[in-house]
């Protein structure tokens, strides 16, 4: 009768969309492009600019969305009772995840779009360039498909498919804790019992996140990511005094003392105090 004993479950599913414009760019473009007309390759001939910066989106691959997916499940179990008449005390261990899973879609492999976007004529046909270090057309790029970009729906699908890519990454936060804490009296003074508290606690934090190949290796416009890991733990113990110095005198009905110390031990930077 003189202990108790409880438990909390908690399980949430949240999810995320949102939107935002094509991607966007600065790029190199060859005067003599293949999917120039003549009329245009000429013109840029005339005036002497073998290539110029094209500012453009990409609005034929429509827009880059973004979705993400989290779970969180935490479980707590905890205790309280009655040690003696003077003596309490209160425990507990709780542990918790949560997990994430991001996806961006609408994305680009820039070097693709790059290799996609310098088309050249080559044996009759519009190819992706394959250059040599003087920048001299060799040849077509193997597996390449060209994208025309110099209007609206121009774009073949093999082009789209060779550029586009979706960006993921999954992370996770864990968490585990335990504690405990011991009231009650020590001692009687003429003003009253001198009351104590003492506790424990041990917390472990660790967090994961892991990006696809592509975002670790900066292929992805605009979504780098570095694989990320890390741990740490802390330990804390204190205790607290509530010291009884007068009662039902003529400056006040009670006057307390309270003390309190706290030290903490942690993993990652060492031991501190309060």
């Known amino acids: 009768d003189n202990h108790s004993m409880s438990f909390e479950f ?37 005036e002497g600019v073998p290539a110029f910066y094209a500012y453009h989106t990409t609005d034929t691959l429509g827009n880059r969305k973004y979705e993400q997916d989290r779970t969180t499940v935490r479980g707590a179990l905890s205790f309280e009772g009655i040690i003696s008449d003077d003596w309490s005390y209160s425990a507990y261990v709780q542990k918790g995840q949560v997990s994430q899973n991001t996806t961006w879609h609408g994305e680009i492999i820039t070097e693709h779009f790059e290799n996609a976007i310098d088309a050249v004529e080559w044996n009759g046909e519009v190819v992706c360039a394959d250059r040599n270090d003087d920048g001299e057309v060799i040849g077509a790029l193997s597996g390449c498909s060209p994208l025309n970009l110099w209007g609206k729906n121009l774009a ?77 733990d802390v330990t804390e113990a204190s205790v607290e005094l509530s010291i009884p110095l007068l009662t039902d005198s003529v400056i006040a009905d009670d006057i307390f003392l309270e003390l309190a110390y706290r030290h903490m031990d942690y993993s990652s930077t060492g031991t501190d105090s309060a």
């Open 10 to 46: 908690l399980y949430a599913d949240t999810s995320a969309y949102g939107e935002s414009s094509p991607t966007f760019h600065a790029t190199v473009v060859r005067g003599d492009n293949g999917f120039f007309s003549d009329e245009t390759k000429q013109f840029f001939a005339d």
């Open 156 to 232: 073949s699908q093999e082009a789209i498919d060779y550029v586009s890519a979706k960006a993921q990454r999954t992370a996770t936060v864990d968490q585990m804790s335990v504690g405990a804490t011991v009231t009650g009296d020590l001692f009687e003074l003429p003003a009253g019992m001198v009351a104590a508290a003492f506790s424990a606690e041990y917390r472990e934090e660790k967090s994961k996140t892991t990006p696809d190949s592509a975002m670790q290796q900066g292929l992805i416009f605009g979504n780098q990511s570095d694989a990320l890991s890390g741990e740490f």
